[in-house]
C-alpha cells in the first residue's frame, strides 16, 4: 500500500536504509532491554471473539502493547475497552466508523476523529494523544485534522500482514523485522496475532528489545525510504 508519511520534507537530507542515529532509542534503557523498545500494536478493536485472549497474552508475556481502537466498537464493548486500560495497554483513535479518511472529505473526516476522542474519553477518562488513519490512508488535509486535535500519527515500519491472512508463523518472522524504535501493524481481530504474542516477545528479548510505549520523536528516524516522528521509544 502506498503511504504519504510525515516529516517528507527531511528525507532530501537521509540516505535510504540509513542507521538509527545514535541517540533515537538507545538511551535510558532498562538493562533488559539493552537494544531498546519496539511497538506492538493491534487495530481495529475491541473485538468480542477475541480482545480478551490478546489481552491474556500479552499479560503471560509482561507485554504492553498500543490498542488503535474503532470508536464504534469502543461504543458497543466499552468494557472490553476499560479491560485494555486494565491491563496497561495504550489506546489510541482509529476513527468512528473506519472510512477512507481522505475519500470521506471534510467535515466528516474531522468529525470521525474527534468523535472518537470523545468517546474514548468518555470510557477510559483519559485523552488518546495517538491515532492511526484506517487503511494508513492520509492527506494534508487529514494530518491537519490529526494536528488539530493535538494527536501524533502513528503509522508502522513492518506490517504483519495479519488482515491478510497470514498465519502465525509468518506474523511472528516479520516481528522479527523490527529494528529498535519500529512498529508493527496487527490487528485486534486476528486470531493468529493472538497466537503469535509468546513468540513474538521471547524473540524480542533473545534480541535485547522490548515493547514499548510509542512516542513523538523530535528527530527523524528513517526506515528504508520513508522518515518517521513517532516511534517507540520508552518502557
Ligand atoms: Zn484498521
Known amino acids: 500500500m502506498m503511504r504519504r508519511l510525515a516529516a517528507l ?3 532530501a537530507a537521509l540516505v535510504a536504509g540509513a542507521p538509527l542515529p545514535a541517540n533515537a532509542t538507545t538511551d535510558n534503557h532498562h538493562p533488559k532491554c539493552p537494544n531498546g523498545y519496539v511497538g506492538l500494536t493491534y487495530d481495529d478493536g475491541p473485538t468480542p471473539e477475541t480482545t480478551a485472549a490478546l ?3 500479552l499479560r503471560a508475556a ?3 502493547a498500543t490498542f488503535f481502537d ?10 472490553l475497552v476499560r479491560a485494555q486500560q486494565r491491563a496497561g495497554m495504550w489506546i489510541g483513535n482509529h476513527t ?5 479518511l481522505p475519500e470521506l472529505g471534510e467535515p466528516a473526516a474531522f468529525q470521525e476523529i474527534a468523535d472518537t ?3 474514548l474519553h468518555k470510557i477510559t477518562g483519559e485523552r488518546p494523544r495517538l491515532f492511526r488513519e484506517p487503511f494508513g490512508a492520509v492527506s494534508d488535509q487529514v494530518r491537519a485534522d490529526v494536528a488539530r486535535l493535538h494527536l501524533l500519527e502513528v503509522l508502522w515500519t513492518v506490517d504483519s500482514r495479519d488482515w491478510a491472512g497470514a498465519t502465525t508463523d509468518e506474523i511472528v518472522a516479520a516481528a522479527a523485522t523490527l529494528q529498535p524504535g519500529g512498529i508493527i501493524l496487527m490487528h485486534d481481530w486476528a486470531q493468529a496475532s493472538v497466537d503469535a504474542v ?3 516477545v521471547s524473540d524480542l528479548r533473545a534480541r535485547g528489545l522490548c515493547p514499548g510505549k510509542i512516542a513523538f520523536t523530535p528527530k527523524d528516524v528513517p526506515y528504508g525510504d520513508t522518515v518517521f516522528h513517532a516511534v517507540a521509544v520508552a518502557p
Open 70 to 79: 474503532i470508536g464504534n466498537n469502543a461504543l458497543a464493548h466499552p468494557e
Open 96 to 100: 468512528m466508523s473506519h472510512p477512507n
Open 55 to 57: 489481552l491474556q497474552a
Open 198 to 200: 509468546p513468540r513474538i
Open 9 to 11: 520534507t527531511a528525507a
Open 62 to 64: 509482561h507485554a504492553r
Open 117 to 119: 476522542q470523545k468517546v
